[in-house]
């Protein structure tokens, strides 16, 4: 079985012309044509907290955001969201606050395709260090609490500069990250904040930075995508 994942930290759909463009949000993501979709910065941070993309919008593609919303016109926790190819089961879906002074947060999801069972989580890190250490620890922990082990996939803008070490040694050496080029700032990125890191049961088949024109123009931060594989038992 292989799957397309991606990571975007959207920034509220507000893109380098300081123009708010959800459908140019949209239209990078079938660009990249992903089943499972971490966002970041999907909702806006005061308020009811809502969906920078109308639920419109989305009901017009080939995802559903997973419900994993605590405010009724968000889409996400803390800004951050999963969207699902429609064809795609979910078991569970599900919110976690993080060790943090600045309120932060991840989802998670475990989905059913294929005769298969894997779970995702997608998060938005701390800037600093020690945190995303205690956040990544506490990531793992609600995928392992969560029933019993199946492959795992964690995606999002990690706040890391580094290509390993700090906060991702957290993850152990049962993990592979999968962190394939600079992604911030997207005119001309040089940081590898955002990465999808995958347990040992998964083959990475192919990743990327999505470098496309409408992408360098929507965010701040370029998507990332990863195709993987699960082999059969």
């Known amino acids: 079985m292989e ?25 990078v993501l ?7 979709i971490a966002l970041q910065e999907a909702d806006l941070r005061f308020g009811q907290r809502p969906s920078v993309i109308p639920r419109a919008l989305l009901d017009d593609t080939s995802w559903v955001a997973l419900p994993v919303a605590k405010r009724r016109r968000s889409i996400g926790w803390h800004g951050n969201a999963l969207l699902l190819r429609r064809d795609i089961d979910f078991t569970l879906a599900g919110a ?10 991840a989802v998670f999801t475990e989905l059913r395709l294929g005769g298969r069972r894997f779970q995702v989580a997608g998060a938005h890190l701390d800037i600093s260090g020690f945190r995303r250490s205690d956040q990544v620890r506490a990531i793992v922990a609600a995928l392992e609490r969560n029933g019993t082990t199946c492959p795992q996939v964690v995606m999002g803008d990690f706040n890391h500069w580094g290509r390993d070490g700090g906060a991702m040694r957290e993850f152990g050496q049962s993990w592979s990250i999968c962190a ?8 001309r990125p040089i940081a590898r904040l955002d990465r999808i890191i995958v347990s040992s049961e998964w ?11 409408q992408a360098m123009q929507a965010s701040d931060h370029l998507p990332v995508w990863a195709r993987l594989e699960l082999p059969k038992k």
């Open 203 to 213: 083959k990475v088949i192919d990743a990327a930075v999505h470098h496309s024109r």
């Open 96 to 105: 976690l606050d993080l060790p943090v002074l600045e309120p932060r947060g």
């Open 3 to 27: 799957l397309t994942f991606a990571t975007y930290n959207i920034h509220k759909a507000v893109g380098l012309d300081r123009r708010r463009d959800p459908e140019r949000i949209i239209a």
């Open 180 to 187: 394939p080029g600079p992604s911030f700032p997207s005119r």
């Open 30 to 36: 079938r660009e990249i044509d992903a089943d499972i």
